[in-house]
């Protein structure tokens, strides 16, 4: 069956470096697109980035620009978000997602792993 695995969450200090990987399994994974959503408590899912099936483009919120960055490997199956300079309002669970085209809207993605948290304290 399809599976999305997040690893690598946890707890850093502001400014510093966090790497958050996702494994794919069960579905054609160099067909879909991949991106990252986040939720923080009492909030909306909101998207944080996305890469193209070849890992020729990526996209990524205004929010994250400049200090978050995507990559994917085809032959591993694997997305993996790099976030540097890292802000307390990064704190959210993230969460893996593909979809079969770029959206930034979360009813677009089909398949979702469970999440993992990161925690940016000040």
């Known amino acids: 069956q399809v599976q999305l695995v997040e690893s690598g969450g946890g707890l850093v200090q502001a400014g510093g470096s966090l790497r958050v990987s996702c494994a794919a399994s069960?579905?054609?994974?160099?067909?879909?697109?991949m991106g990252w959503f986040r939720q923080a408590p009492w909030k909306e899912r909101e998207f944080v980035a996305a890469?193209?099936?070849?890992?020729?483009?990526?996209y990524y919120a205004d929010s994250v620009q400049g200090r978050f960055t995507l990559s994917r490997d085809n032959a591993k199956k694997t997305v993996t978000l790099q976030m540097n300079s890292l802000k307390p309002e990064d704190t959210a669970v993230y969460y893996c997602?593909?979809?079969?085209?770029?959206?930034?809207?979360?009813?677009?993605?089909?398949?979702w792993g469970q999440g993992t948290q990161v925690t940016v304290s000040s």
């Open positions: 997602a593909a979809s079969t085209d770029f959206s930034e809207v979360v009813a677009e993605y089909d398949y």
């Open positions: 890469i193209s099936r070849r890992g020729l483009r990526r």
């Open positions: 069960g579905f054609t994974f160099s067909s879909y697109f």
